[in-house]
């Protein structure tokens, strides 16, 4: 009996060029680089449920970056003339990192935006802490913008993603932001079934309740993220999508951002085109800014991203999501 050979289906994602339908994958070039992300380190005082990048208080295969790292690409955008107007902090938790403070604090004073996303918990909540955020509000204002995550404006639904006992705590730490002073965004989910309207009254009443300076229908002061769960069958993006889907690539997070990381026993941090692809060493783009403007081949083709990968679809293309201000 001849032996009958089994057809390989190519798999979604798997080419950086081209689709499973044979079409031109879709990229997406950087217009102008707007904001710059720095990735604190993947340590977090709580593991969430659905987190995006795996963070928790045992996950460090991001490390903790420090201060003189972070200044070396300050230093290059100032040197090199960039338009940068943000710089934005993520993690992990970042107010985890021994050096978040200093990092804060030379971006503000080098005249940049600073974009805190912190779960506003007991990281942010030590005296030291709020004490060293109370000086860098005096000094700077609203160009210190911290936005927590709160991903359900009930308790319930906020504590099926982080945790029993989270939602209070997440709380205590918005109030004493607003009663102080900063500039406060809150980040939430799209995961619940609720259409956008009906989830923006439920966070605008909570709002109302707590006295927030936040208006839940302004989507920079109240951003619902959507879900990103690799495992969902997505479309891949083509190149004759944009048209389609009446979109334009220079409002995907790639024409305006970069994210920098660095990876547990890397001698130095690396240049990712966002922040939602922290691990996979394919979307490395170089050590520097300047690197990564060229990087070409893979994933690149001239600085420019080629969207190959699930997250570039359903979050970014399809559902619109950003994580800049």
């Not at 680089?33 to 963070?55: M, Q």
């Not at 005296?127 to 927590?148: C, D, K, P, T």
């Not at 936040?214 to 891949?236: K, N, S, T």
């Not at 690149?300 to 559902?319: E, N």
Request: charged letters at 25%; proline letters at 6%; hydrophobic letters at 40%.
């Amino acid at each position: 009996m001849a032996e009958v050979a089994l057809e390989t289906r190519p798999q979604k994602f798997s080419d950086p060029d081209w689709t499973v339908g044979g079409e031109p994958r879709a990229l997406v070039a950087l217009q102008a680089l707007r904001t710059l992300w720095i990735n604190t380190g993947s340590l977090c005082n709580i593991t969430c449920r659905n987190c995006y990048i795996e963070s928790s208080p045992e996950n460090d295969r991001l490390a903790y970056i420090t201060r003189a790292e972070v200044l070396a690409f300050l230093d290059e955008i100032a040197e090199t003339g960039l338009p940068t107007e943000e710089i934005g902090f993520t993690g992990g938790e970042p107010f985890m990192n021994p050096d978040i403070l200093a990092m804060l604090e030379d971006a503000l004073t080098r005249g940049f935006r600073a974009l805190v996303l912190t779960n506003a918990m007991q990281p942010m909540q030590r005296q030291r802490i709020l004490s060293a955020l109370l000086a860098l509000r005096e000094g700077h204002g609203s160009r210190l913008m911290m936005r927590v995550s709160l991903d359900h404006y009930s308790k319930a639904r906020h504590e099926e993603e982080r945790g029993v006992g989270t939602f209070d705590r997440t709380i205590d730490g918005i109030d004493w932001l607003a009663r102080h002073g900063f500039a406060v965004a809150l980040a939430g989910r799209t995961c619940w079934g609720e259409n956008e309207a009906e989830e923006r009254e439920g966070y605008a009443a909570l709002i109302g309740e707590r006295g927030w300076p936040i208006d839940a229908y302004d989507p920079a002061q109240l951003v619902l993220f959507p879900e990103m769960d690799e495992r969902a069958e997505v479309p891949e993006i083509t190149s004759a999508c944009w048209g389609i889907l009446h979109k334009s690539p220079h409002d995907v997070m790639c024409a305006s951002s970069r994210m920098v990381v660095k990876r547990k026993g890397d001698v130095r941090p690396v240049v990712l085109p966002c922040t939602l692809l922290p691990y996979d060493p394919a979307f490395e783009m170089g050590a520097t800014l300047a690197e990564a403007a060229r990087a070409n081949g893979g994933m690149f083709a001239g600085g420019a991203v080629k969207l190959c990968h699930p997250h570039c679809a359903k979050f970014c293309v399809l559902g619109g999501g950003s994580c800049s201000a």
